[in-house]
T-cell receptor
Framework: GAVVSQHPSWVICKSGTSVKIECRSL??????MFWYRQFPKQSLMLMAT?????????EQGVEKDKFLINHASLTLSTLTVTSAHPEDSSFYIC????????????FGPGTRLTVL | RKEVEQDPGPFNVPEGATVAFNCTYS??????FFWYRQDCRKEPKLLMS???SGNEDGRFTAQLNRASQYISLLIRDSKLSDSATYLC????????????FGAGTRLFVKA
């Protein structure tokens, strides 16, 4: 159990376009989902925390108008990178937790975004 | 200073060797601790949780020293398949935790 999927697994897009990444918990309900970004040879950096039915909480330095997060159901959160630029190219990983008090999180397989 | 710091690596060891990774964390409010393994271009996978009493899972042993704010991972009898990046991970907070990842230590096990 506790499987998290992400779609797409990779995407290549032109600069200026928007890209939506989906994160789904397949066999459990996830009250809380997290979005991370990982640049080459660096660690995962938390971008934002989203709770179902409420606005996401963004980490310092992450533009909420650029990285739109929607957590409309207990099994789905989406991250939309708006007007993507080459510097947004990265590995985006989501994780899901059953609730905000349970500190076990399950990671999705990640989405590799390349912006040309 | 980073909140979670790890040995920079890379560690290059022969098969069968014992290797130890160290990690320190700076926030004394940290509550739970983990080691994750990440293969190239893949998501992190939980290796084991870390407790003050120490815990062992096969060839892997993890230890936490809260007083020193230090976490360790010991791998015995290294296998080629152990080659990966090992991430020290710390959770802090109540009523909504925050996860802090270390930068990772790269391990290469060679035949």
């Amino acid at each position: 159990g506790a499987v998290v999927s992400q779609h797409p697994s990779w995407v290549i897009c032109k600069s200026g376009t928007s890209v939506k990444i989906e994160c789904r918990s397949l066999d459990f309900q996830a009250t809380t989902m997290f979005w991370y970004r990982q640049f080459p040879k660096q660690s995962l950096m938390l971008m934002a925390t989203s709770n179902e039915g409420s606005k996401a909480t963004y980490e310092q330095g992450v533009e909420k108008d650029k990285f739109l997060i929607n957590h409309a159901s207990l099994t789905l959160s989406t991250l939309t990178v708006t007007s993507a630029h080459p510097e947004d190219s990265s590995f985006y990983i989501c994780s899901a937790a059953r609730d905000s008090n349970t500190d076990t999180q399950y990671f999705g397989p990640g989405t590799r975004l390349t912006v040309l | 200073r980073k909140e979670v710091e790890q040995d920079p690596g890379p560690f290059n060891v022969p098969e069968g060797a014992t290797v130890a990774f160290n990690c320190t964390y700076s926030n004394s409010a940290s509550q739970s601790f983990f080691w994750y393994r990440q293969d190239c271009r893949k998501e992190p996978k939980l290796l084991m949780s870390v407790y003050s009493s120490g815990n062992e899972d096969g060839r892997f042993t993890a230890q936490l020293n809260r007083a020193s704010q230090y976490i360790s991972l010991l791998i015995r009898d290294s296998k080629l398949s152990d080659s990966a990046t090992y991430l020290c991970v710390v959770n802090r907070g109540t009523g909504g935790f925050k996860t802090i990842f270390g930068a990772g230590t790269r391990l290469f096990v060679k035949a």
